[in-house]
């Protein structure tokens, strides 16, 4: 791969991540702004875990799979908005003894890791924008595999890092929270998870591009 069409990829890659926080990011700020950064990264380990399956799954062309059949992509975006309301409404409306911000209950690292990695994966675009991404940065001339390697290397290390940063600005919330029952700090995360739901929810239920 030319220097060149690596950097290219980069700038393509950094506009991508040029908006708004999104379904993994909201996530993510709710569960450092409950359980803490730190605690937080196995969010950040499940989210970058399904992007790894869902960039091999891009890479053996299940993509046009997913693209052409309308009814599983349906079934795959509303069990994730399902998954998502559920989350929300559970923090919302569960009552929680008194406690300090960022000590929420359900934060073992199984917990944290399977909301990632479930929140990312029931979004099926992400095969289609992988699928649909790294052949514009691949040199048939050249070896495909390490291509694909680099490619999706960098993007989970970009990923990774902006989740962190994200994670960072929830614990900074926390702060200013400091002296919220954890009863509303409940109730804020869980209106960011329907947030997320909401997102995924509008997105275009049309696959192809």
Known sequence: ???ETYLLYLATVAVFFAQPP????????SNSIRHGLRRSAWTIAGDLSANSIQMTAAAFGLATVIATSAEAFLWIKWLGVAYLVWVGL?????KEPAGAVGAGNGGSPAHLFRQGFVTSMANPYAV???GSLFPQFID????????LLVLGLTYLVIDGVLLLVWGWLGTRAVHALKRTSMGVINKVCGALMIAAAALLALKDPQPQR
């Open 1 to 3: 791969m030319l220097a």
């Open 22 to 29: 999104g379904t993994s990011q909201l996530l993510l700020i």
């Open 90 to 94: 559970r923090l919302i409306l569960v």
């Open 128 to 130: 289609i924008f992988f």
């Open 140 to 147: 048939p001339a050249l070896p495909i595999v390490p291509q």
